[in-house]
Each structure stands twice: as structure tokens, then as C-alpha cells.
């Protein structure tokens, strides 16, 4: 689409209409800067009486391991940030991993029962890294990985130092697996910006491989790619 406010509001379009018409009951949720316009576009259509999100689940992608839940760099208080506090999802039923798990492996087990119990994710919603990692699976993460710890890699922890102006970015995140990302049955991918060129070309064109995470999505039925023209720049 032409631009980046184009994109957003596509995106939560799409999305409101999947929630507005019962097909999105769980939904798969990101954070990152790209979500916050998708995020405004889905609080005003609350506000509006255009939505409700009252009868929905949802499940985050990802979290910081080590990062509390109140701290402002926690994806947990960016959700209150930009949803929960703003519009109609109920808080408990709005998941996201519990970073400060004192066993992280019996809490990605946890997460992923609790996808199963809610009846799996009917709509994922993605972001992009510039290196192309999808949630936090970073290059190299295996196509049939589930929930999981995984040490970040030095490009995403630049990517995201400006949220710990501490200097303390983590080292480590407890992320969805690939797999469990491709279990969704209808994903939305929402890519903004030059610096996502590349990783949309190679996850569109390039070869199927974990050095591109965001390439398995190839293999699901039903996926959107909405970019705006500097992130389909790359594209043949
Ligand atoms: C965040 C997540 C990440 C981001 C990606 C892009 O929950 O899963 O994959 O979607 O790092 O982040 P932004 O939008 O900040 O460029």
C-alpha cells in the first residue's frame, strides 16, 4: 500500500472485521513500534462502536526473560499501553509470556497448553525484524520450534536498546515457536519501513530457511503480507 498510515489502518481493518464477524476469537498478538498505529486504529474503532474485543483471547508473541511485568520496556506493560488500558479486552484473558518465570521451560510448556486450551490462535498478528525473525525466532531457529528461551541476537538487541535506557537490554526472551506461529490459521504479517526491505524479500523470494525466519510463513495457507512501498522496496 502507498504508506505507512495506509498499512496500519489495512491491517486493523482486517482484523476488526475477523473479530466483528466471530472468525477471530484468539487472536496472536505484537508489540514493536510498527503495532503502535494498529493498536490506535483498534482503540478508536472501540471507542467508536465499531468493535469489541470484550469476547476475545489473546496471546503475545514474546516477552523480555528477566524484565518485570511493570517495567515500561516489558512487552506487558506495552500492551497496557496501547490496548488494554484503552479498550474492551479483558486483562485476564490477555496473555503474554511471563519473563520472570523462575522455570522458563515449564512456562513455555504452560503458554503453549493454555494456546490449546483456548482452542488455538484463529488470527496471529506479525510484525517483521530487520533480520527477518517473526515473534523472537532469530535466524536459525528450526521451522518446528515451539515456545521457548533463546538468546537474542546483537542486531535485535540494537534494535530495541532505545527501550532500556539503562543500557541493559536483554540477553535473553522467551518467544513462540515457529511452529506454533504457523498452527494460527490465518496470519496478518505488517511490515513498515526501508529498514524492513531486505527481510521482506527474503522472506517473499528468497530460499526457505531458517537463516530467514519470517520465509516459513510460505508454507501456511492462509498468510498477508501488508507493507507499505519502503518495505516492498526489495521485491522483484
Ligand atoms: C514483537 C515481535 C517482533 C517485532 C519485530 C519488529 O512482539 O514479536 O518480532 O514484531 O521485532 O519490531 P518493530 O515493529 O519495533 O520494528
Redesign the pocket.
Known amino acids: 500500500v502507498a504508506d505507512a498510515a495506509t498499512a496500519a489502518a489495512r491491517a486493523a481493518e482486517l482484523i476488526a472485521a475477523r473479530v466483528v464477524a466471530g472468525r477471530a476469537r484468539v487472536l496472536g498478538?505484537?508489540?514493536?513500534?510498527?503495532?503502535v498505529p494498529l493498536y490506535a486504529h483498534l482503540v478508536a474503532a472501540v471507542r467508536a462502536g465499531r468493535l469489541s474485543l470484550s469476547a476475545v483471547t489473546s496471546f503475545?508473541?514474546?516477552e523480555y526473560v528477566g524484565v518485570a511485568p511493570q517495567m515500561p520496556a516489558s512487552?506487558h506493560a506495552y500492551m497496557r499501553l496501547h490496548l488494554l488500558d484503552e479498550a474492551d479486552l479483558d486483562p485476564a484473558r490477555a496473555h503474554v509470556p511471563d519473563g520472570m518465570a523462575p522455570d522458563l521451560t515449564a512456562e513455555a510448556s504452560r503458554y503453549e497448553m493454555a494456546i490449546t486450551r483456548a482452542g488455538g490462535i484463529d488470527l496471529q498478528v506479525?510484525?517483521?525484524?530487520?533480520n527477518g525473525?517473526?515473534?523472537?525466532?532469530e535466524p536459525g531457529s528450526d521451522f518446528g520450534s515451539r515456545t521457548r528461551v533463546l538468546e537474542l541476537s546483537e542486531a535485535?538487541r540494537r534494535?530495541?536498546a532505545a527501550d532500556f535506557p539503562d543500557g541493559a537490554v536483554p540477553e535473553r526472551a522467551l518467544?513462540m515457536g515457529i511452529a506454533t506461529i504457523l498452527e494460527a490459521r490465518e496470519i496478518v504479517l505488517l511490515a513498515?519501513?526501508a529498514?524492513?526491505a531486505a527481510a521482506i524479500a527474503a522472506a517473499i523470494e528468497g530460499p526457505l530457511s531458517p537463516n530467514c525466519p519470517a520465509s516459513a510463513l510460505r508454507l501456511h495457507a492462509q498468510v498477508r503480507i501488508i507493507c507499505d512501498k519502503a518495505a516492498a522496496s526489495q521485491l522483484d
Do not use: P, V
Open positions: 498478538l505484537a508489540t514493536g513500534g510498527t503495532m503475545n508473541l514474546d512487552f506479525l510484525g517483521i525484524g530487520a525473525h517473526i515473534g523472537f525466532n535485535t534494535a530495541n518467544t513498515i519501513g529498514k524492513k
